[in-house]
């Protein structure tokens, strides 16, 4: 089982940064491949960036291409979304996902991965 606990959520500014964070837990962090997943209100998932095991291959999508930075620590077992620029279109519930992998791959389909944190919210106001 792998626990995944997200933070550094909360109320941002149009233009202004977060970064959130997803400590991982209940096996070797350094075996998983992470992504980051958003929901708004109303609306279905949206596959935001993924990050390889080891840190050396990244996505982003192309609604915050340039904006969002994916990035993993595995000797603290972290995995961080650093969110610049902000925008209202931004605001959503934002969740950290985790899959096993030999690979040396990055996973960019939500069906893809294995376990989920709760989830932490983002708010931007204009």
């Known amino acids: 089982q792998v626990q995944l606990v997200e933070s550094g959520g909360g109320l941002g500014q149009a233009g202004g940064s977060l970064r959130l964070s997803c400590a991982a837990s209940?096996?070797?962090?350094?075996?998983?491949?992470m992504g980051w997943v958003r929901q708004a209100p109303g609306k279905e998932r949206e596959f935001v960036a993924a990050?390889?095991?080891?840190?050396?291959?990244?996505y982003h999508a192309d609604s915050v291409k340039g904006r969002f930075t994916i990035s993993r620590d595995n000797a603290k077992n972290l995995v961080y979304l650093q969110m610049n620029n902000l925008k209202p279109e931004d605001t959503a519930v934002y969740y950290c996902?985790?899959?096993?992998?030999?690979?040396?791959?990055?996973?960019?389909?939500?069906?893809?991965?294995?376990?989920w944190g709760q989830g932490t919210q983002v708010t931007v106001s204009s």
């Open positions: 996902a985790a899959r096993a992998t030999d690979f040396t791959y990055y996973y960019i389909r939500i069906n893809e991965y294995d376990y």
């Open positions: 209940g096996r070797t962090f350094s075996t998983d491949a």
């Open positions: 990050i390889n095991r080891r840190g050396g291959s990244i």
